[in-house]
């Protein structure tokens, strides 16, 4: 993609802790282009937030990334002093966490908690300051008056909301969420979401969205990447995934996630649990639990084949790329 955002280029992100490294992420590679909304699925403990921490250069040890690039406008971040990335983090992408709670200061107003950001990154005048987080508040959709609020004061869903604004004070191209919608009931999350997606539309930034609910990015994301093991197993337009999932394990977290609008259907999923990242199993990595496998997916490991514009971890889809070709 030679217009992209950010590059993500054989990323692999290990957790250092007694004992057998774990495989966290292992040789992620994605584009993303200016704008762009991608989701990123999978099952707790496949590597979604690793990834997401190691693209925002927020990992600490024991988690180290090992090899690849991050190129966010161009620049590898992986190579950045904590200098440099503090005069882009924020300004130019920004990220969401699961629990505004954890994420913001209790002991500080709103109010106070945009100063700071704000301050920290050069902004001395209370005019502007107060000006810009009056608006962002708007933005998404909280009166202003809760700039005093502490953030107890607020719902659980005003908080979360209070987080995407701060998020956006400076106006990021690229905002990384890490479930944010999922502390919320399904309402307030379906609306959340409309909100984010209305946001980004409007401003115009590139989201990379990580949640373990394919239903939920299912109307929102542009592209999805479904992980498993620290590995993309699929890649491609969120429709097409939905339409046609390539990747066994795909189709099984597609079985586990009926559509709402649907007719009912017995819930299938994927049996059993994904493996310990530290002990892989051989071959595929998804081969215990894949109810495809040949005795060659216990030996041999599959590339990311491309189909298209599309991407899969399947040696079923070996070849697939080049037939007729
Ligand atoms: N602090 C840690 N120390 C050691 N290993 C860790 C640590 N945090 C995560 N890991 C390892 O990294 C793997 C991926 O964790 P991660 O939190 O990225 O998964 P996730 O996909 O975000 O899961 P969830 O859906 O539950 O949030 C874990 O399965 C675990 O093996
Ligand atoms: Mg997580």
Request: hydrophobic fraction near 40%; charge should be negative.
């Amino acid at each position: 993609m030679a217009d992209a955002i950010l590059e993500v280029r054989e990323l692999s992100v290990e957790y250092l802790t007694r004992g057998e490294p774990a495989h966290a992420v292992e040789k992620v590679s994605f584009d993303l282009a200016p704008g762009e909304f991608l989701g990123i699925v999978g099952e707790s403990g496949c590597g979604k937030s690793t990834l997401l921490f190691a693209i925002a250069q927020l990992l600490s040890p024991p988690a180290e990334i090992s090899t690849g690039e991050v190129v966010f406008k161009g620049r590898n971040m992986v190579q950045m002093t904590d200098r440099q990335l503090r005069t882009v983090r924020w300004k130019d992408y920004s990220v969401v966490m699961q629990s505004a709670m954890n994420a913001l200061n209790p002991v500080k107003s709103i109010a106070a908690q945009f100063a700071d950001a704000m301050e920290a990154h050069g902004t001395r005048s209370k005019a502007t300051i107060t000006a810009r987080s009056k608006e962002v508040l708007a933005l998404v959709g909280i009166d202003p008056v809760h700039l005093e609020s502490f953030p107890h004061q607020l719902s659980g869903g005003m908080r979360q909301r209070a987080m995407i604004a701060m998020a956006l004070l400076f106006s990021p191209e690229l905002v990384v969420m890490d479930e944010p919608t999922s502390a919320l009931d399904v309402v307030a999350q379906r609306s959340l979401m409309v909100q984010i997606k209305e946001l980004q539309r409007e401003l115009g930034f590139a989201v990379i969205f990580v949640t373990h609910d394919m239903s939920l990015v299912s109307h929102f994301s542009d592209r999805l990447v479904v992980m498993y093991a620290g590995q993309i197993a699929e890649l491609g337009p969120t429709d097409e995934v939905f339409d046609d999932p390539l990747h066994p394990y795909t189709i099984g977290l597609l079985e586990a996630f009926p559509s709402i609008y649907g007719p009912k259907v017995h819930l299938e999923g994927v049996p059993g649990s994904p493996p310990d990242l530290s002990a892989l199993p051989s071959g595929c990595h998804f081969h215990p639990r894949c109810a495809k496998a040949t005795p060659l997916c216990s030996s041999v490991e599959p590339a990311l084949y491309t189909i298209g514009d599309r991407h899969v971890r399947c040696l079923l889809h070996q070849g697939d790329g080049t037939r007729g070709e």
